[in-house]
C-alpha cells in the first residue's frame, strides 16, 4: 500500500511542486490538496491519509490550529508534516507544541522531501536539533511553563530513561543512543517507548518540546 499525502498550503505552485515530487515515487500517493487549513478536518476524515503536509501560515485557518483541531477531533488523526518556509519562525515551535510531527523547508531539495514523508509515515519524527534548540530557546519558556514542569515531575522518568531523552533532544537516532549508552537498541526503543508513556507524548517530537518547556533540557 502506498504512503497517502494530503497537501495543505495556501500556494498553488508550492502544492504543484509537492505532488510532482512525491507522485514521481511509486510508494507514495497524493490524496487531494486543500488551498487553507479550515478544509483540512473535512478532507481528512474523507480521504484517510496517512500523511499531512502543512503550511503554516494560511490565510483563514492557519497550520498550528488546524494541527490541534485534527488531534482533537479526529479519531486516529494522520501524522502531520509541517512544511514552512523560515525554519526559526515561531509559527513551526507553535506548531510543533501543538502536535505536529516534524518540519521541512519549503526549499528542500526532492530527496529530502520524499525522505521527510517517508520518515515521517513510519511513526518517526523529523527533527532538527539545533534548529529545534534555537527555536526553542526564542520562542520556548525556558522551563516557565508550569504544567510542562509538572507533567516532567509526574513522569519520574527514571536515570537512564532521562538520560535517553536528553540524547534524543540532541537529535540522536535510536541505534546512535544505544552507541553512547553502550546497550542494545532493542534496549533503547523500550527506554524511548517508556518516556513518551509516562509524558504522554505522541512521538519523539513531543518530547522533545517537553523536555525543553520544563526545563529538564537547556535549549542553549
Avoid at 18 to 41: F, N, S, T, Y
Avoid at 102 to 131: C, D, N, T, Y
Avoid at 170 to 193: C, D, M, P, Q
Wanted: proline share 5%; net charge negative; hydrophobic share 50%.
Amino acid at each position: 500500500m502506498p504512503i497517502t499525502v494530503l497537501l495543505v498550503d495556501d500556494e498553488p505552485l508550492v502544492r504543484a511542486g509537492l505532488r510532482a515530487v512525491l507522485e514521481a515515487q511509486p510508494d507514495i500517493e497524493v490524496v487531494g490538496e486543500a488551498a487553507d487549513g479550515a478544509a483540512v478536518i473535512p478532507l481528512v476524515r474523507q480521504l484517510r491519509p496517512d500523511v499531512v503536509a502543512m503550511d503554516v501560515r494560511m490565510p483563514l485557518l492557519d497550520g498550528i490550529e488546524a494541527t490541534r483541531a485534527l488531534l482533537r477531533t479526529v479519531d486516529e488523526p494522520p501524522r502531520i508534516l509541517v512544511v514552512t518556509t523560515f525554519e526559526n519562525d515561531e509559527y513551526v515551535y507553535e506548531a510543533l507544541r501543538a502536535g505536529a510531527d516534524g518540519f521541512l523547508l519549503k526549499r528542500a531539495r526532492p530527496a529530502e522531501i520524499v525522505h521527510a514523508v517517508r520518515l515521517i509515515a513510519e511513526g518517526e519524527s523529523l527533527l532538527f536539533p539545533a534548529s529545534v534548540r534555537q527555536l526553542a530557546a526564542e520562542y520556548g519558556e525556558g522551563g516557565g511553563n508550569r504544567a510542562a514542569r509538572a507533567a516532567m515531575e509526574r513522569a519520574r522518568l527514571t536515570e537512564r530513561e532521562g538520560e535517553v531523552l536528553r540524547l534524543m533532544a540532541r537529535g540522536l537516532s535510536n541505534a546512535e543512543i544505544a552507541a553512547r549508552l553502550v546497550v542494545g537498541t532493542e534496549t533503547v526503543k523500550s527506554h524511548v517507548s517508556a518516556v513518551l508513556a509516562k509524558l504522554g507524548a505522541r512521538d519523539r517530537t513531543q518530547a522533545v518540546i517537553a523536555a525543553y518547556e520544563s526545563g529538564f533540557v537547556a535549549p542553549g
